[in-house]
């Protein structure tokens, strides 16, 4: 077995592709289903040709979704996590609190959230990161 995607349910397919191409992703391709909803399909340049952030779209939908208190958030990497910050600020995404360490040592990180609200961590990666050291302790709210 192996993980394929992550799906999102959005209200405004535009403005959600535009703020996972300002994190880096690329729209690989969208996929009506039937009348009832469209897919968007991203993935991120280290992912290859296989997508792993699908976005769904129910046509018609007008109102946010409920996140609901089970969810937590995404996760991806950058080498510099303050540039990757000035871009994104020029676009008009902030963080939610400065870049911080869970502990000392550890890589920085921060989180943002998306167009519908869910939140997405980035990672400063350093060349020791393992798969143990991500800071989804602290942010696991």
Not at 7 to 21: H, K, L, P, Q
Not at 48 to 55: D, I, M, V, Y
Not at 108 to 130: A, M, N, Q
């Amino acid at each position: 077995m192996g993980l394929v995607h992550t799906c999102y349910r959005i209200i405004d397919i535009d403005r959600s592709v535009a703020f996972y191409e300002a994190l880096g992703f690329t729209e690989l391709r969208r996929m009506p289903i039937r009348e009832e909803a469209i897919n968007v399909f991203m993935g991120l340049p280290e992912d290859g040709p296989e997508p792993r952030l699908e976005l769904t779209f129910n046509i018609g939908r007008t109102e946010p979704y409920e996140i609901g208190t089970g969810y937590g958030h995404i996760a991806i990497t950058t080498a510099a996590l303050d540039q990757t910050l000035a871009a994104l600020k020029r676009q008009g995404i902030e963080p939610e609190r400065p870049p911080y360490t869970v502990r000392d040592g550890g890589s920085r990180l921060c989180f943002v959230r998306d167009p519908d609200g869910y939140r997405v961590e980035i990672i400063e990666r350093v060349p020791e990161w393992s798969i143990e050291e991500p800071g989804s302790g602290e942010g696991a709210t």
